[in-house]
């Protein structure tokens, strides 16, 4: 075993899809806060040319209409969208997290890495060192774990280096609330990564996999699971407000945030309930994933 597992770490570093992906993984993560900073920049630009517009008004006001533009630009403070924010670093790696970007990417590189091994026959060779096939799929979910892990972590560091970088008004933020989320996410992650792991050993082929990852992963999953709540609520009992989000990888992926984090696409925050929930998920689903993987290679031919 720990032979197969060194052999499958080789290919893993050997291979440029490893480091395109992690680079893009990089890449990807600073576009959020730099969206933000954007975002700061043009409100920032908007209220001082409000102010210069009504500084240049060399005009004579009443006390009363004074007091009506205090009131005017009181209730434009309030309703900025920014204002005096303190831009946390984890709230930032959260919203990069439940935006899917990096499920997605790991979808791409589970599938890439799992396929390449069956599509050019490097798995004949390694039969020869595993009594039983399910072996090799053990030791390419571990490295697949490894890189899924790998990459959340990347997130994190460079999400965190430009939110710092960019923000004057910036922080690490609260740990204690974002370990726990940042843990359950890892584990969404691994659940998701050995879905399509384990579906790429099924049909052995690397098409189906990733359109059924990066459909599930993008925005069109969480609308088929809204349809399907629909669907069964209507069908059954609509007073219940079943929502099949709730127990679903991805659907867990982008509601799994902190409390009171107002960067997320997800406001509210996950609940006690919602984490074990989401835990649950996430070993049920990646569970059966290795188990139809390993039970599929055993019973298929390796051609």
């Not at 999400?159 to 609260?174: E, K, Q, R, Y």
């Not at 399509?196 to 699971?225: D, K, N, Q, W």
Request: hydrophobic letters at 50%; glycine letters at 6%; charged letters at 15%.
């Amino acid at each position: 075993m720990l032979n197969i597992l060194n052999m499958e770490l080789t290919r893993l570093l050997k291979s440029k899809c490893t480091y395109i992906i992690l680079v893009l993984t990089f890449l990807i993560s600073m576009l959020n806060p730099a969206m933000f900073k954007l975002l700061e920049i043009v409100e920032e630009q908007l209220v001082n040319d409000v102010s210069y517009s009504e500084e240049a008004e060399d005009i004579e006001i009443s006390a009363e209409d004074e007091e009506i533009m205090q009131e005017t630009e009181a209730m434009e403070e309030d309703s900025s969208v920014f204002g005096e924010m303190e831009w946390k670093c984890t709230n930032m790696t959260e919203a990069n997290i439940t935006g899917c970007n990096i499920l997605l990417l790991i979808t791409i590189f589970a599938v890439i890495f799992i396929n390449g091994e069956l599509k050019n026959g490097y798995i004949k060779n390694l039969t020869g060192y595993a009594f039983k096939r399910s072996k090799l799929v053990i030791a390419n979910m571990i490295i697949v774990a490894i890189y899924t892990i790998i990459s959340l972590l990347l997130c994190f560091a460079s999400t965190s280096l430009a939110t710092l970088v960019l923000f004057s008004n910036s922080s690490m933020g609260d740990f204690g609330e974002f370990a726990k989320v940042f843990g359950v996410q890892i584990l969404l992650h691994l659940g998701f990564a050995f879905f399509v792991s384990s579906l790429t050993y099924f049909v052995r082929s690397s098409v189906m996999p990733m359109i059924v990852g990066i459909s599930l992963a993008s925005g069109m999953g969480a609308l088929i699971y809204q349809l399907l709540s629909l669907a069964v609520n209507k069908i059954f009992d609509p007073e219940k407000n079943f929502d099949l989000t709730k127990y679903t990888l991805s659907g867990n992926v982008l509601t799994t945030v902190s409390k009171g984090n107002d960067l997320a696409l997800t406001m509210g925050g996950a609940s006690s309930d919602d984490l074990i929930r989401a835990v649950i998920v996430a070993v049920i689903c990646g569970t059966a994933a290795l188990i139809v993987g390993c039970m599929v290679t055993e019973k298929k031919d390796i051609k």
